[in-house]
């Protein structure tokens, strides 16, 4: 690098340098089966508790067998919805997703991120408002700033304080369009929105209402179709997204609603329209995971026995899990050099787990973050609880 490039880029090193110094510096592993629920990392073998795969969809049979299509329609699909890229497989993902939702219409994005990227700007603008639970997802946030409506956060799954920030702009004679933003499951606490009472409050303001099932598409609710199936809560919602990366185990998200929303945000949802279609291999195998799941819905009950198995063993054993209801389970920590050094002490045991730190989740409430997988086997939990068991002990949390 030249010395007046170096100089230029001084401000990567001291940024950098500050992450080291707070124990929030981060590194990439690689992890040659990082789907599994037995992982190599290392050269070592590690019960994998930190896999979106849920259900194990992403490395089943049927589901790899359908990424086949890239033989007959390719490996990309060239182009943009709006242009060449909508193939018959795009359009028959989408009206498997309406149906499996139990909504008018579906609709593909790239991944869920692009789609709370897009989905809010395209609600509200400025002069609107929009309220948001305080430990929603970063691409929330990120929708709400690229929106630039007013902002404003309330408490976690408090609806009262929900109440409060409406009544306020009702008060205040705010005059624009309202959105309330949530995430169903809360992905770093494994809790569960009041989505009932949210879409309540939602129907008397006038409010518009944007859930994100990303956790729970696939694992909560009748046959996994998410925590607004499982209320009936399908017309109150305005957007529901949900990812396909997680739980139905290969890439992208869909959003469902009625056919007018879906008709607008054709229209004038950015990170829909300027972005290439999700390529061909990937639509057909999450055509194929939605069999499997239909197929086989004692995964999804398999996933939350896992859970529930996992959750109460670490409960019995003494430790924080806060508010976790799901496969989800948050193991807290607060500090976050204490939050690493029980993550290797886990690793050293034989378990993958991640320190979740700040800025993803909040000051002081470092946590190990654990989820379980449905092709998790009661040997594997138990060899997990077991493991936390010793080093809980050993690191004094327990
Ligand atoms: C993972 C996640 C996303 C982003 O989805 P990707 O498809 O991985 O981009 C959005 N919202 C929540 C709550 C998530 O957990």
């Not at 603008?125 to 929009?130: I, K």
């Not at 494994?190 to 598409?217: K, N, Q």
Request: with cysteine; hydrophobic share 45%; net charge neutral.
């Amino acid at each position: 690098m030249s010395t007046l490039q170096a100089e230029r880029l001084q401000f990567m090193r001291r940024r950098l340098e500050a992450l080291r110094s707070r124990r929030l510096y981060r590194q990439l592993s690689v992890i040659p089966d990082g789907a599994q629920p037995w992982i190599t990392v290392d050269g070592r073998r590690l019960l994998n508790l930190s896999s979106n795969n849920y259900l194990g969809l992403a490395t089943h049979p049927a589901v790899k067998a359908a990424a086949a299509a890239a033989e007959t329609l390719g490996c990309g699909a060239g182009s943009s919805r709006l242009i060449a890229g909508t193939f018959p497989l795009h359009q028959a993902l989408e009206a498997r997703l309406a149906s499996f939702k139990q909504a008018e219409g579906a609709l593909l994005f790239n991944s869920g991120y692009t789609a709370n990227l897009g989905i809010i700007p395209a609600l509200v603008g400025p002069g609107d408002l929009v309220l948001s639970d305080e430990l929603n997802h970063a691409s929330l946030i990120d929708g709400c700033r690229l929106s630039r409506a007013e902002y404003r956060v309330y408490l976690h799954c408090d609806v009262a304080s929900l109440e409060q920030e409406l009544s306020s702009a009702v008060r205040e004679n705010h005059r624009g369009r309202r959105l309330v933003v949530t995430d169903s499951v809360f992905s770093m606490d494994g809790d569960v929105a009041p989505l009932r009472a949210i879409a309540d409050l939602c129907g008397a303001y006038g409010a518009m209402l944007l859930v994100d099932e990303a956790h729970s598409t696939g694992c909560l609710g009748p046959g996994g179709r998410g925590l607004v199936a499982e209320l009936g809560l399908e017309r109150e919602v305005t957007v529901s997204m949900s990812t396909l990366s997680k739980a139905l185990g290969s890439f992208g998200a869909f959003v469902t609603g009625s056919s007018l929303v879906m008709e607008y945000l054709v229209n004038v949802c950015r990170s829909f329209i300027f972005s290439t279609a999700l390529p061909p291999p990937v639509v057909a195998a999450s055509l194929a995971a939605l069999d499997v799941l239909e197929r086989e819905p004692e995964l999804v009950e398999r996933l939350q026995d896992n859970g529930a198995f996992f959750r109460q063993g670490l409960q019995a054993l003494g430790f924080n899990t806060l508010r976790s209801e799901t496969h989800i389970v948050p193991v807290l920590v607060g500090d976050s050099a204490r939050a690493l050094q029980m993550a290797e002490a886990l690793r050293q045991e034989g378990i993958f787990v991640v320190a979740i730190r700040p800025p993803t989740v909040p000051l002081g409430s470092a946590r190990i973050r654990a989820s379980v997988m449905a092709t998790h086997t009661r040997a594997d939990l138990e060899f997990a609880r077991e493991a936390f068991e010793r080093v809980g002990k050993r690191e004094g949390l327990i």
